[in-house]
Every structure is written in C-alpha cells, then in structure tokens.
Nanobody
Framework: QVQLVESGGGSVQAGGSLRLSCAASGYTYPPNCMGWFRQAPGQEREGVANSYGGGDFAYYVDSVKGRFTISRDNAKNTVYLQMNNLKPEDTGMYYC?????????????????WGQGTQVTVSS
C-alpha cells in the first residue's frame, strides 16, 4: 500500500525558511515523479515544484523560482522542499504527490498518490 507522509510545516515570519519532507512507502522502486502542490483557502490546488525523471530534472513555477529547492533521496524514497525567503502569499496547505509519468509543471492528473498535507503559514 502506497503512502506519502509530509512533515516540516509550521508558522514563520516573512523572510523565514522551512524545509518540508515527504516520505514515500510501499514502492518497489522510487517514483518517477515526486511533486509539491499547495492550496490556499478558497483557491485551487497548484503545483509549485516537481522532481521527475527519477530526480534528474526539476521544475519550479515562476512564483517560487530562486526561493524554493526540491530535492530527493531515492534511497530513502523521500522528497524535500526547502523554502527560503518565504512570503505571506506562500501560505497554504502543502501536499506531496507521486506519479509515474510527468514532465515540467506538476499537474494534478499526473499524480496518483497524495499525502495528507502539512500547513505552512507565513505572517507579514
């Protein structure tokens, strides 16, 4: 049974940093795609970072480029999201997801497994 468990969320002031982790279990091989999505209240869930090609490639949406870094440890089936220089607009529930086939910007339809989410709150 596939399971994704996120951790590392919290409350920080603008300019601060957080590191999210997502541990995947139940996989025989590391997922090809592991991405991070976020959802603010009343808004659609959006993909913000994607590690695909087994970790050989990374994609970031423009709003987080230069501030967020996605990385993964395939030996541990774990993906991380280092978030620096956080802004209030980064506030939301952050979800980890895994999928078989994806490229570029993460889209919900490409990911079949989801974590329960971890809350990130950035105050001004």
């Amino acid at each position: 049974q596939v399971q994704l468990v996120e951790s590392g969320g919290g409350s920080v002031q603008a300019g601060g940093s957080l590191r999210l982790s997502c541990a995947a279990s139940g996989y025989t091989y590391p997922p090809n795609c592991m991405g991070w999505f976020r959802q603010a209240p009343g808004q659609e869930r959006e993909g913000v970072a994607n590690s695909y090609g087994g970790g050989d490639f990374a994609y970031y949406v423009d709003s987080v480029k230069g501030r967020f870094t996605i990385s993964r440890d395939n030996a541990k089936n774990t993906v991380y999201l280092q978030m620096n220089n956080l802004k209030p607009e980064d506030t939301g529930m952050y979800y980890c997801a895994a999928g078989r086939s994806c490229r570029g910007r993460p889209t919900k339809g490409d990911f079949g497994s989801w974590g329960q989410g971890t809350q990130v709150t950035v105050s001004s």
